[in-house]
């Protein structure tokens, strides 16, 4: 069992930067593959980040591709967001995701989530 729980998130203004982070309960922690989602009001969750257990081969998908970076720390059983030049579409609750089997991009490959923390990004 693992429990997730992020912070950071908050209100910034579009160009500004916020790093989330998401504190993992347990001794297993580097046994999963950790990966970011987020969820717009009125819109599916959708995939943003994912790393290797060992913190290698970050992936994202194109809208956030060279704005945001995925790193982990596996001493301090935490994985981070760091999100910058921030657009007001980036404006959603950001879950965090770990997962045993699977580097995924796909929600339904990710055992445990965490509560979520909102992002939001002023025009």
């Known amino acids: 069992q693992v429990q997730l729980v992020e912070s950071g998130g908050g209100l910034v203004q579009a160009g500004g930067s916020l790093r989330l982070s998401c504190a993992a309960s347990?001794?297993?922690?580097?046994?999963?593959?950790m990966g970011w989602f987020r969820q717009a009001p009125g819109k599916e969750r959708e995939f943003v980040a994912v790393?290797?257990?060992?913190?290698?081969?970050?992936y994202y998908p194109d809208s956030v591709k060279g704005r945001f970076t995925i790193s982990r720390d596996n001493a301090k059983n935490t994985v981070y967001l760091q999100m910058n030049s921030l657009r007001p579409e980036d404006t959603a609750v950001y879950y965090c995701?770990?997962?045993?089997?699977?580097?995924?991009?796909?929600?339904?490959?990710?055992?445990?989530w965490g509560q979520g923390t909102q992002v939001t990004v002023s025009s």
């Open positions: 790393v290797t257990r060992s913190g290698g081969t970050p």
């Open positions: 347990g001794r297993t922690f580097s046994s999963y593959a």
């Open positions: 995701a770990a997962s045993r089997t699977y580097y995924s991009v796909r929600e339904y490959d990710y055992d445990y």
